[in-house]
């Protein structure tokens, strides 16, 4: 946490431009800060898990959330945080009021070893924090697997299939799973059955963005909006 607020500290000081399109002296100018205010869509996993996206995951969404996770830009997270926190809530609120869940924690799908070492921290987890939650950091890697952005949509699920562990039993405690970008479900939906297997409960999952062409996929179905 130190370190994020003093990688904040350094952007506010230096010269910087728009994460989002280049303009000049804002860390997102008034065009790009705009294109933060959608709404939340909800989707659903093929095991039924239900998922709440904000944005699109294009254009300067795409390129700010970049900035983040590849650049250093951690002065962007704040303004992301807020679509964020607008999913979290609304995934919150799918949960079953039923289920006598005294209270519901935030579960961070894990970066890996090598990119947190990389930037130096989990842009995720930071998002989760400015969003005003605790991350908690319940699962672990059980292996190394490849970056999903460099394989074919079907190549996904392998990949991610038993790559994820609890830490320790998570009997009684319930939990909303948050990632960055819902693209095919692949990630989330490992998440969801490591959660599973420990023996918690998942209530919803949320994402800043989602990948509209991908959303299509077998494995992630839209909602209709009622």
């Keep these: 946490m130190i370190r994020d607020a003093l990688l904040d500290a350094m952007a506010l000081l230096l010269p910087v431009e728009c994460a989002g399109c280049g303009a000049p002296d804002r860390s997102l100018c008034a065009r790009c800060l705009a294109l933060l205010a959608g709404e939340p869509e909800p989707h659903e996993l093929a095991d039924g898990t239900r998922v709440v996206s904000c944005l699109d995951y294009g254009g300067p969404v795409r390129r700010a959330l970049l900035a983040l996770k590849e650049e250093g830009r951690t002065d962007v997270a704040r303004a992301l945080a807020v679509p964020l926190a607008r999913a979290m809530a609304a995934a919150s609120a799918l949960g079953d009021p039923e289920s006598g869940a005294s209270r519901v924690e935030t579960l961070v799908?894990?970066?890996?070893?090598?990119?947190?070492?990389?930037?130096?921290?989990?842009?995720?987890?930071?998002?989760?924090?400015?969003?005003?939650?605790?991350?908690?950091?319940?699962?672990?890697?059980?292996?190394?697997?490849?970056?999903?952005?460099?394989?074919?949509?079907?190549?996904?699920?392998?990949?991610?299939?038993?790559?994820?562990?609890?830490?320790?039993?998570?009997?009684?405690?319930?939990?909303?799973?948050?990632?960055?970008?819902?693209?095919?479900?692949?990630?989330?939906?490992?998440?969801?059955?490591?959660?599973?297997?420990?023996?918690g409960e998942v209530v919803a999952a949320a994402t800043l963005a989602y990948t509209r062409k991908r959303v299509q996929h077998p494995d992630v179905h839209s909602l209709n909006v009622s």
Excluded: C, I
């Design 109 to 199: 799908v894990p970066t890996s070893r090598t990119a947190f070492r990389r930037r130096g921290y989990d842009p995720v987890a930071l998002l989760v924090r400015r969003a005003g939650a605790t991350p908690a950091r319940e699962l672990v890697a059980t292996r190394r697997a490849a970056q999903q952005k460099h394989l074919a949509v079907l190549d996904r699920a392998s990949n991610r299939a038993g790559s994820l562990r609890a830490r320790r039993p998570l009997a009684g405690r319930s939990f909303l799973v948050v990632d960055d970008v819902l693209t095919t479900g692949a990630t989330l939906a490992e998440a969801v059955r490591a959660v599973r297997a420990g023996g």
